[in-house]
């Protein structure tokens, strides 16, 4: 019977804390002779380039946190100018869409008074 080998339906990306980070930088830091480092980054599953990214972002300053910093573009804060305006145009489109339905109704209020024979009142002058 052949072992059965457990593959996932979808492979996830490996994160490290910044703790993890920190201890295998030290590692890096303490190997000294030939081979050392590639048998480290071996055992640990690791290329050079996660070591070399690391080292910059220790320079940085940035492993020096508890948590790490989210990815991505950073959050532009919300002018309420830009709200305001929104909800103004919306309020323009709604309105003009209830003028429009009021003008066809009109219209179809003149054209039966028209039909019928009735003036319609709101074409005289007041």
């Known amino acids: 019977m052949a072992a059965e080998t457990e593959v996932t339906a979808k492979a996830t990306r490996r994160r490290f804390t910044n703790a993890e980070k920190l201890r295998v930088l030290r590692e ?3 190997c000294r002779k030939p081979g050392e480092l590639g048998a480290l980054l071996r055992r640990e599953g690791l290329y050079s380039s996660h070591v070399s990214a690391w080292r910059r972002a220790r320079e940085r300053g940035e492993l020096a946190g508890s948590t ?26 709604r309105l003009q869409a209830r003028l429009e339905r009021a003008e066809g109704l ?7 008074a028209a039909l019928l024979g009735t003036p319609f009142e709101s074409d005289e002058p007041r």
């Open 28 to 30: 890096v830091d303490g």
């Open 68 to 93: 790490s910093r989210p990815r991505g573009p950073q959050p532009k804060p919300v002018d309420p100018r830009d709200k305001k305006i929104a909800e103004l145009e919306r309020s323009t489109r």
């Open 106 to 112: 009109i219209e179809v209020q003149k054209k039966v």
